[in-house]
């Protein structure tokens, strides 16, 4: 059993930057691949990043590349997500999931376990 807590969300203006933070319980968060999605009102939820066990291979999705990196710390049990130059198109409730495989994934289907999710406002 995961259990997983993101925080670092808030409101902010078209430029800054944000970290979000997804810390997760259980011995075995080092062999879990990891990745964030988002959910805008009315839309979807869509990939974000991932990132695989060792933090080896990472995963963007277009509308990120440059501007998120995404990382983690096997010793603090913590992903992150690192987001610079924030659009208002960005505005969504970030989730955070663990993919059991290690490799991280781009498909939300490949996650066993998900966050709450934190909100992310970004104003024009």
């Known amino acids: 059993q995961v259990q997983l807590v993101e925080s670092g969300g808030g409101l902010v203006q078209a430029g800054d930057s944000l970290r979000l933070s997804c810390a997760a319980s259980?011995?075995?968060?080092?062999?879990?691949?990891m990745g964030w999605f988002r959910q805008a009102p009315g839309k979807e939820r869509e990939f974000v990043a991932a990132?695989?066990?060792?933090?080896?291979?990472?995963y963007y999705a277009d509308s990120v590349k440059g501007r998120f990196t995404i990382s983690r710390d096997n010793v603090k049990n913590t992903v992150y997500l690192q987001m610079n130059s924030l659009k208002p198109e960005d505005t969504a409730v970030y989730y955070c999931a663990a993919d059991r495989s290690g490799h991280g994934s781009t498909y939300a289907y490949a996650y066993y376990y998900w966050g709450q999710g934190t909100q992310v406002t970004v104003s024009s």
């Open positions: 990132i695989n066990w060792n933090g080896g291979n990472t």
């Open positions: 259980g011995r075995t968060f080092r062999g879990y691949g």
